[in-house]
């Protein structure tokens, strides 16, 4: 298995943990995600992020709540309250450990942009 | 489903096995999205959300062990931690001490269990070194086998010329067997040559490889 890992990772020069990291379903989703709130310097909401994400990934609307959860309990976003028409509204804000994870997904996101444009178009960069 | 009352209603029956945190979360959320939908667009997002019996079981099989996902940060040492995962469950401490001391527990049970891994770990290491040098030595032999082929065939060709004039018949003979010999030699030279230059090089790329693998993000692990 080993050896069959790094035959594939030799040939195409594609790093296996990046493959894995985006391919993931839960990986591209959550970056989406991210990236999404960290354009609202003052925090957005649950509906809205769920818009914004739709007008761009074909998602369905009851996998977004679980995606902000999880981004809760790893510190990569921020809750508050804000009170609105009568009732608490609550906003999500990115957390500076959310623009960590998120920088580094945009960097994984080159190398494998770079190595899918090579498998698909053929283009051969310098190596 | 007439209203988003009714919805909430049977959706919170449905969270009713989550911990009490994972309900109120759940439960505000969709409160929340539902007033931000706004009652026009009521029927859409409960088309779209699907009925509170889907929803619930959707939600129920995210969170009910709750799993503490793992860190970007962590993955560097994921495979040593598998063990130790259960130790960070859930803990809203800081990362970094929890990592540090799950490494601590990690470097302690791998001295402890020693004695287990410790053969198996050193009998791979040495078939891996065994295979490699037998490579190597394989590569060798075949240039020094060309290198006494070619001798022995250039000198039975000479000797086949030098008695050509006493016994011709005999001369003719070793001279076939002569040439014959020499290009053996030619074959195990390029063998040989292959070998080291072709072989030798990818077999130390693959070590080099294995070796860096526990050090390297990705979960296939080597023995280390």
Redesign the interface.
């Known amino acids: 298995m080993i050896f069959f890992i790094i035959l594939l990772t030799e040939v195409y020069y594609i790093p296996y943990s990046i493959i894995m990291k985006i391919t993931t379903s839960t990986g591209m989703l959550d970056s989406v995600v991210l990236a999404i709130v960290a354009l609202e310097a003052d925090g957005t909401y649950g509906y809205k992020i769920t818009q914004d994400v739709r007008n761009i990934m074909d998602v369905s609307e009851s996998t977004l709540y679980p995606v902000l959860r999880r981004l809760q309990k790893d510190n990569c976003l921020d809750t508050y309250d804000v009170a609105i028409d009568g009732r608490n509204r609550r906003y999500y804000k990115i957390t500076s450990n959310g623009m960590i994870v998120l920088d580094q997904f945009r960097h994984d996101w080159v190398l494998y942009k770079k190595s899918i444009d090579k498998v698909l178009f053929g283009v051969e960069d310098e190596k | 489903m007439k209203n988003k009352e009714e919805y909430l209603q049977a959706l919170q029956n449905e969270l009713r096995a989550l911990p009490a945190e994972?309900q109120d979360?759940?439960m505000?959320?969709?409160t929340?999205?539902f007033?931000?939908?706004g009652e026009e667009h009521f029927q859409e997002?409960v088309e779209?959300?699907?009925s509170p019996e889907k929803?619930g079981s959707?939600?129920r099989t995210?969170?009910t062990c709750v799993p503490?996902?793992q860190?970007?940060n962590e993955?560097k040492h994921e495979d040593k931690q598998h063990a130790s995962n259960k130790s960070s469950f859930n803990s809203q401490t800081p990362?970094k001490q929890a990592s540090g001391l799950n490494i601590l527990l990690v470097i302690v049970l791998l001295l402890l269990t020693f004695p287990v891994w410790g053969p198996i770990l050193l009998s791979f290491l040495g078939i891996v070194f065994g295979l490699f040098i037998s490579f190597i030595a394989l590569g060798f032999a075949g240039i020094i086998g060309a290198i006494a082929l070619l001798g022995a065939g250039i000198s039975l060709c000479i000797a086949s010329f030098v008695a050509f004039f006493t016994e011709p018949l005999t001369s003719i003979l070793s001279l076939g067997c002569g040439i014959f010999i020499l290009g053996l030699g030619i074959l195990a030279a390029v063998a040989g040559i292959w070998l080291c230059i072709k072989l030798v090089p990818r077999i130390i790329?693959?070590i080099v490889?294995?070796c860096q693998?526990p050090f390297?993000?990705?979960?296939?692990g080597?023995q280390a």
Do not use: H
């Open positions: 994972e979360s759940a505000e959320y969709y929340d999205y007033n931000d939908a997002v779209e959300l699907g929803l959707y939600i995210k969170f503490a996902t860190k970007q993955d990362e790329r693959l490889k294995v693998m390297n993000k990705n979960k296939k080597g």
